[in-house]
Structure formats: structure tokens, C-alpha cells
């Protein structure tokens, strides 16, 4: 019997910029610099993709919060809830008749999603309380994802990362994070410095065809200057004196000065 084949092409058609995130080799991956370039959609695929490449494979989905992720992250994940398996260009059956998917269970009490090939995506707030990433203490994983990983702290990025050990053959353990633009210890770690197996690729608005007609002209005239070189233009540096009590640029002077 044929192995059963996926065809997401109806759900996901990736851009350009979307298509050099997925190809790209290294272990860690930067994925956006600005509001509206496909950030979710693109991490939300390549997960998916890791749990079908790999089978038994297992993943963590994660924002800062909760009811963050439901609004943004869970929304692009219900969309993969309804794929049928093929096989021998049919849909694939099961003994009773009944159509094989691609997706077996949503358990909304436990916060995870399984795979018919074993593969399993948890998902969590990583700073809810006990249904955040304590909730997961001791979770093997193959990969994770953070959606907008600048609200999280670098602790919590540092916890996955020490995770990353499943024992697949020929797996390759990835992390794959989104950002926009601002001051902190991801503009330190990733923008500022160059770590190994580790690559920024920025995707703006302009990148994205599927945005509505418009819509970046539109915000250029209402936002103000710094949210659009920020939020438009993918420049990391113009909220370093912004909206802020202190510049985090005096913030990060005065924890590195001697005393």
C-alpha cells in the first residue's frame, strides 16, 4: 500500500520571502521585522511541515500568553484541522470507511493537536502560570515556534532551547521565532550579534501580495514616524528612544557600566 500524501496547497501559498524562511538550513531562524509580512502563517506551516516530515516528531507552539496565541497562531492552526490523507490519488480510508485526517485530535484541555504519523504539537502561553511553559517541564522536542518572541523573555526562549534533543532518525531539531521590531535581548541576541546555525530574514509588507490594495500607503499617512520606519520599514534601531521612560539604550549603558 502506497504512503498517504498531504496536499496543503489550498491553505498555504507561500511568497517569496516566505519560500527563503522555509529553505533555509540553519537550526534557528528570525522570521519578519516588521507588522504584516506573514510571519504567522509562515511558522504555523513550517511547523505543520515538521510534523508530517517526521513522524513521532514533537513540537511546541507558543506567545507570550494564552488568549494572545488563540487570537492570532490558533486561528492559522484551525485552518490544517480538516486535511485528508490521500492515498493512490483517493482519499485514504480507515476499516470502517471513514476518511483518514491529517489531524487526529484537538485536545483544548491539555493544549495539543496530534498527527495520524504520531507527530504531536503542544501549544502554550509561556508566561501563564501552571498552563504555561511549567506545564511542559521535562517535554522532549524536535522543534519549537514563538510567535512574536519580543514579548517573551529570554529565560523562557533559553528553556526550549535547552529541549531540543528528540531522538529521530534524521531529524534535524530546528526553532523558528517572529518578531517586530524593538528594543531587548532579541535585538541583542539575533540583530546586534551573529550567532552560528542561526539566520534574520526580514519579510515587510511590500513583501506580502496578499495584503489589500493600499494598505501600506494607508498606514504611512496615520502612523507616526518611528512606527513606521518600525513597523513598515523593519528598522530595529528607531524605538531605541521612543515610547519608553527610559531609552533602552541608557537601560543597557547603565547595567553594562562598571561600578
Known sequence: MSKPSIDLSKLYRPHPRQILFHQSPEKGRLFGGAIRGGKTKAGVAEGIQLSIDYP?????????????????????????????????????????GNIRMMITQHHAT??????????????????????????QMGTTLGWFFIDQVEECSEMHFNNLLGRLSLNLKDIKLKYFLTANPMPGWVKMRFIESHPDDFIYIPSLPRDNPYLPKNYEEELRKMYPEELVKAWLDGDWDVMEGGNFLFPYAQIRSAVNREL
Open 56 to 96: 513521532g516528531n514533537v513540537g511546541i507552539m507558543a506567545r507570550q500568553n494564552l488568549p494572545s496565541f488563540k487570537r492570532t497562531v490558533m486561528v492559522e492552526l484551525e485552518r490544517y484541522f480538516d486535511v485528508p490523507l490521500i492515498q493512490s490519488g483517493e482519499f485514504a480510508k480507515d476499516e470502517r
Open 110 to 135: 491539555d493544549h495539543y493537536i496530534q498527527f495520524w504519523n504520531g507527530s504531536r504539537i503542544w501549544y502554550v502561553g509561556l508566561g501563564d502560570d501552571t498552563r504555561g511553559l511549567a506545564s
